[in-house]
């Protein structure tokens, strides 16, 4: 595969850095701060505005924080929430009813104390590996090394938080590591240690249910997540990572992502038994780049890019374009990647019909020296520098501590 011409520049670091591992960040949806779990026990509030530390939240966890997510701003609460993910087996929601202005370009000393402790939610038997929140903001999802899912719902008035039980999924045969939420729809997605990908669903007698299960990765599915822009009358999609170190595309086949009777010709492993189940094919796997396992992946709502990183220290971006058709019809096939960087396999009609491929767009190696890197993600850009309102770059987070920002651009 020719090498891409666009470039990955480094920013800044944010600082301080973490004294310890740095296990992933969460950018705030409109906010200019993004949070950084640690293995410290905190996680580290900076300012995107100064790429500086604006506040430490601590004292809520007896061991290393693993995942944090920001509640939605379309929730009912008014104040900033954050929920985080212990290797202690709790998930915790902090509050801060203080407004962030300018991001902590002026912060102080006291910043940290303006964060409370606000619930503790207790469950789970062992290490929770996730926390996300669904578009509403209602719904929390956990996940862990106990090998279930816990959905909660938000039942509390405004300013007083009070989370209520509503699902425990234990159909995964291994550590759940990833959970995330469909933004259109209350569709959970969840990537385990077993190599799968399940779908979950409420059904009609308000119990969650598995909708679908996708195989086809050869080791743990380490993360994934949904398209985030799609364009109109495109059904939806999911991107995952693995330890067998490669990024896939999976689509909903079912017409309007709905079930429907549309004709079925993908294997039923991809298909779960039972009423309102769902038929996803995978789509493409994504031209192999990494040498280890693929730790975080994600897709950008601003460009439709994906981004990935992992074991080998390796970021890369991707990028969907038209590719020329040689022959009338050109062929988007499932499978491994071929020598020339191109995906072999069964061909995907309805893929072929859009006439799309999958580049690498942008690639980085060694982002944090030797060290590996744990989760890359987009964010919008703050800081004086930038070029636009809606500018964005890439945030990563490593095994030496460092939270590092990346600048995009075209070679």
């Known amino acids: 595969m020719a090498t891409p011409t666009n470039q990955l520049t480094l920013l800044s670091a944010l600082s ?202 050869e080791g743990t599915v380490w993360a994934l997540a949904w398209e985030g822009v799609r364009e109109e009358g495109r059904r939806e999609r999911i991107v995952s990572c693995s330890d067998d170190a490669t990024v896939r595309i999976w689509r909903n086949a079912d017409r309007e992502g709905e079930g429907s009777n549309e004709k079925r010709t993908v294997p039923s492993t991809f298909r779960a038994a039972g009423e309102g189940e769902e038929t996803w094919v995978q789509e493409s796997a994504l031209p192999q780049r990494h040498e280890r396992g693929v730790y975080s992946v994600a897709w950008s709502k601003k460009t439709g890019r994906i981004l990935s990183t992992g074991g080998d220290g390796k970021v890369v971006i991707y990028e969907e374009r038209p590719v020329a058709s040689t022959n009338g019809v050109e062929n988007d096939v499932n499978g491994q990647n071929g020598p020339d960087g191109t995906v072999e396999g069964e061909v995907d009609e309805d893929a072929s019909r859009r006439k799309m491929e999958w580049f690498v767009y942008a690639e980085y190696e060694a982002a944090h020296g030797v060290y590996e890197v744990n989760h890359a993600c987009w964010s919008r850009r703050y800081d004086k520098g930038r070029k636009s309102e809606d500018e964005e770059f890439v945030i990563t987070t490593g095994d030496d501590g460092t939270v590092n920002t990346w600048l995009v651009g075209e070679g």
């Not at 709790?90 to 009813?97: E, P």
């Not at 007083?160 to 045969?173: G, K, P, Q, R, Y």
């Not at 669903?201 to 598995?210: A, H, L, P, R, T």
Request: proline share 3%; aromatic share 8%; net charge negative.
């Open 16 to 217: 301080p850095p973490s004294t310890t591992r740095a296990w992933m960040a969460a950018p705030h949806p409109h906010l200019p701060i993004v949070a950084c779990a640690t293995s410290a026990k905190t996680v580290i509030i900076y300012s995107l505005a100064t790429f500086t530390k604006h506040s430490v939240i601590s004292g809520g966890h007896k061991r290393s924080v693993r995942s944090c997510a920001w509640q939605p701003s379309s929730a009912k609460s008014p104040t900033t929430v954050l929920a985080t993910g212990s290797f202690d087996a709790s998930a915790g929601i902090w509050r801060r009813d203080e407004q962030y202005g300018d991001g902590g370009a002026n912060s102080d000393n006291d910043a940290d104390d303006d964060w409370h402790f606000s619930v503790v939610l207790d469950g789970h038997d062992s290490e929770v590996k996730c926390v996300a929140w669904s578009a509403s903001g209602m719904l929390l999802a956990t996940c862990g090394r106990d090998k279930s899912i816990w959905i909660w719902e938000d039942t509390g008035e405004v300013g007083n938080d009070n989370f209520e039980t509503i699902a425990v999924l234990t159909e995964h045969e291994g550590d759940v590591k990833c959970v995330a939420w469909a933004e259109e729809r209350d569709v959970l997605a969840s990537a385990s240690y077993d190599n799968d990908i399940r779908l979950w669903k409420e059904d009609i007698d308000g119990e969650y249910v598995c909708i679908c299960v996708m195989r086809g990765h």
